[in-house]
C-alpha cells in the first residue's frame, strides 16, 4: 500500500505544479527550461495516475505493477475492476495519442498536397499567392515553410528572414512534438496550461531566430502580423501570444539561474523515475 500512496503523492504534485507553471513568470525568462519541466511532469503525472490503479488493484500480490500482472496472466486470474480500468487507462491513453498522431499527419499531407497546386516554390519556402500576411511551417515527415506574397510585401528584408528563421526553429527543434502529447492527453491538463505551452513554444522559436537576426528585427515582424491563425496541423509566427512574445523580444527579463534550472529539472526527472522505478520493484 506504500507504494500506491507514493504514486498518489506524485499524481498531486505533478497536478498541482501544472496549475502552478502558467502562473510563473520566471517561464518567460526561460522557456526550454519550462517547456522541459511541462513534459516530465506530464509525464510523471501520467504513470503515477496508472501505477496508483494497478498498485491498487494488485495488492494482494505484493510483487509490484509488472510482476503481479505477470503473476494474474500466469494463473490465469480474472482481473479485478480496478485491474481493468487501470488497463483501460493505458489503453485509451495509447490509442489517444496515436489517433491524434495519425489524424494530424493526415490533415499535414492533405495541406501539403494543396500546397503542391497552388504554391510557388523559393529557396526552402513555399510562397502562397494571398494578401493577407501569413507565415507558417508544416512539421512531419516532409516539412513545409509557407510564406504568403502579402507577408512578403509587408516585411523588410530582415523582418522576412527573421520570420523564416522562426518558423526553421519549429522544424528544427520539433516543437510539434512536444505539443501533440498535451493535446493527445489534455484531461490530465488544466486548459490554461495548453495556451501557456503553446506561448513557450513561440517563446523558444522567437529566441532562435532573434539569436540570428536581432530582437528587434523579429518584434517590428510580429508588430505587422498582427495575430495570424495557423492552419490545422501547422505552426504559425503569429498564432500565439503575439504581444506578451513583443513585450517579452523589446523588453527581456535575466534567466534563473543555472543552477536553479538544473535543480527544477533534476527534481521533476526524479519525480517521473521513482513511480517509473516501482512498477518493476516488489511491494
Known amino acids: 500500500m506504500i507504494y500506491a500512496l507514493h504514486h498518489f503523492v ?6 498541482s ?12 525568462a526561460s522557456p526550454r527550461t519550462a517547456l522541459v519541466l511541462w513534459q516530465l511532469v506530464l509525464c510523471a503525472g501520467v504513470v503515477s495516475a496508472i501505477g496508483l490503479l494497478f498498485e491498487l488493484g ?5 510483487l509490484g505493477v509488472l510482476p503481479g500482472l505477470a503473476r494474474v496472466i ?6 479485478n475492476p480496478v485491474i481493468l480500468a487501470a488497463t483501460a487507462l493505458t489503453v485509451w491513453l495509447v490509442v489517444s495519442l496515436v489517433r491524434l498522431l495519425a489524424g494530424t499527419a493526415r490533415v499535414r499531407a492533405r495541406h501539403r498536397g494543396l500546397l503542391a497546386l497552388v504554391a510557388r516554390t523559393d ?4 510562397v502562397l499567392d494571398h494578401s493577407a500576411a501569413v507565415a507558417y511551417c508544416l512539421p512531419g515527415r516532409r516539412p513545409r515553410i509557407v510564406i504568403s506574397a502579402g507577408a512578403r510585401e509587408l516585411l523588410t528584408g530582415d523582418e522576412l528572414r527573421a520570420v523564416l528563421a522562426h518558423e526553421r526553429a519549429h522544424l528544427r527543434q520539433r516543437h510539434h512534438l512536444v505539443l501533440e502529447p498535451f493535446q493527445a492527453w489534455r484531461l490530465f491538463v488544466p486548459r490554461r496550461a495548453l495556451t501557456a505551452i ?5 517563446m523558444c522559436a522567437d529566441e532562435s531566430a532573434a539569436r540570428r537576426h536581432g530582437r528587434g528585427v523579429l ?19 503569429g498564432s500565439v501570444g503575439t504581444l506578451a512574445r513583443i513585450e517579452r523580444l523589446r ?24 513511480p517509473l522505478t516501482l512498477f518493476v520493484w516488489p511491494s
Open 123 to 126: 529557396g526552402d519556402a513555399l
Open 251 to 274: 523588453h527581456p527579463r535575466p534567466a534563473a539561474a543555472l543552477g536553479v534550472r538544473l535543480l527544477a529539472v533534476a527534481t521533476a526527472l526524479a519525480a517521473l523515475l521513482t
Open 74 to 79: 500466469d494463473e490465469g486470474h480474472v482481473p
Open 219 to 237: 518584434a517590428s515582424a510580429l508588430e505587422k502580423f498582427g495575430t495570424s491563425a495557423a492552419p490545422a496541423g501547422g505552426l504559425a509566427a
Open 58 to 62: 494488485l495488492e494482494p500480490y505484493h
Open 198 to 202: 503553446g506561448l513557450l513554444v513561440e
Open 10 to 15: 506524485t499524481f498531486g504534485m505533478a497536478v
Open 17 to 28: 505544479v501544472m496549475w502552478w507553471l502558467p502562473r510563473g513568470r520566471w517561464t518567460h
